[in-house]
């Protein structure tokens, strides 16, 4: 199944994220948690893809288990900072074997000892969406950032970047996560004043450990506000606390998204299961 078919249906989607193994030695393990996940029954799931191999080999094993075990349509992400046209067509003839449907184009982050960027195949990701276009036969997502992509000179420059992705050929955009809703809602406005119309789906990070919030601001860039910045000071020293405020936190922000009529929310679960099930649990009656 499509997953644009799931993302525009009445009723609002739910996926949730999962990562495979940086090496082989953990597959089993994390191959595990991943299922564990899946046998929540979302929507559907997206498996991520490592940039520069290392879990690039395991996206598909895993993605193309979870379709199978649990039934359910996947998301495979695929980069192409690190490959050549012809690793980007030998990628997707493994997803279309696999029974894969569902893209998510990416570029991925520019490794620090990339090759000259004259030599590259691919710059953008809005490239990789129209040669998985002419390859056809998926629906494709890429990654928008409402806070701006950390590289773009500004936000106008980040939205007529965004628009040509999505004019390439990107069905659906999935948010960079946010921890304040109103930053979503003014990218929102924004956006569809550019022109950009394709569905948002917003990806919701869980922080449950305090050390987390300092890796995610460094990986996004995203604002925490003081809301959030109290709850990690006052609960983030006992663990099951700052687990169970972290886990209220998302939930909250997913109440206001999905009262306001966002289609589709997207859960960052860090592979683990507990969490993604706490937030479940929370919104299970607005799914409808
Ligand atoms: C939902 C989500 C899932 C992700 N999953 C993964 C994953 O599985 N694996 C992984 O390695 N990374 C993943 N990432 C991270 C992503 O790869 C990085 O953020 C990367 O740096 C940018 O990728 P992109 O696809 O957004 O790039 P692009 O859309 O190409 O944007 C990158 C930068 O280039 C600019 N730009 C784009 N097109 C043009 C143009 N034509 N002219 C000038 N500037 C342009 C943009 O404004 C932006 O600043 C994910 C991010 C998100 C939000």
């Known amino acids: 199944m499509k997953a644009i078919d799931l993302i525009k249906a009445e009723k609002p989607s ?13 597959f089993e393990s994390i191959k595990e948690a991943c299922d564990k996940v899946g046998a929540l029954k979302p929507d559907f799931m997206s498996v991520t893809y490592g940039a520069g191999g290392g879990t690039s080999e395991f996206t598909i094993d895993i993605a193309s288990s979870l379709q ?70 998926f629906c494709i997502g890429g990654a928008c950032y409402p806070e701006s992509h950390p590289e773009s000179a500004n936000q106008k420059e980040d939205i007529k970047a965004l628009k040509a992705k999505v004019d390439a050929g990107c069905e659906f955009l999935t948010t960079q996560m946010f921890f304040d809703n109103a930053i979503f809602w003014n990218f929102l406005y924004k956006i569809r004043e550019a022109g950009v119309d394709v569905p948002i789906v917003a990806g919701i990070m869980p922080i449950t450990k305090a050390k987390q919030v300092e890796r995610a601001v460094k990986l996004s860039g995203t604002q925490v506000p003081s809301r959030f910045k109290y709850m990690v000071d006052h609960f983030g020293s006992d663990d099951e606390a700052m687990r169970q405020a972290g886990i209220i ?17 997207h859960i960052y679960t860090m592979n683990d299961a507990t969490i993604a099930e706490g937030i479940m649990n929370n919104i299970s009656k607005l799914l409808k």
């Open 249 to 265: 936190y998302a939930s909250e922000q997913i109440v206001d998204l999905l009262a306001n009529g966002v289609p589709a929310i």
């Open 68 to 137: 199978k075990k649990y039934n359910m349509p996947v998301l495979a992400h695929l980069s192409c900072i690190s490959s050549d046209r012809a690793g980007v067509r030998a990628q997707l003839d493994k997803m279309k074997a696999a029974g894969i449907e569902n893209i998510l184009a990416l570029r991925g982050d520019i490794p620090e000892d990339a090759a000259p960027r004259d030599t590259w195949d691919y710059h953008y990701a809005s490239e990789l969406v129209a040669e998985i276009k002419e390859y056809g036969g």
């Open 14 to 26: 739910l996926s949730l994220e999962v990562f495979p193994p940086k090496t082989g030695a953990k």
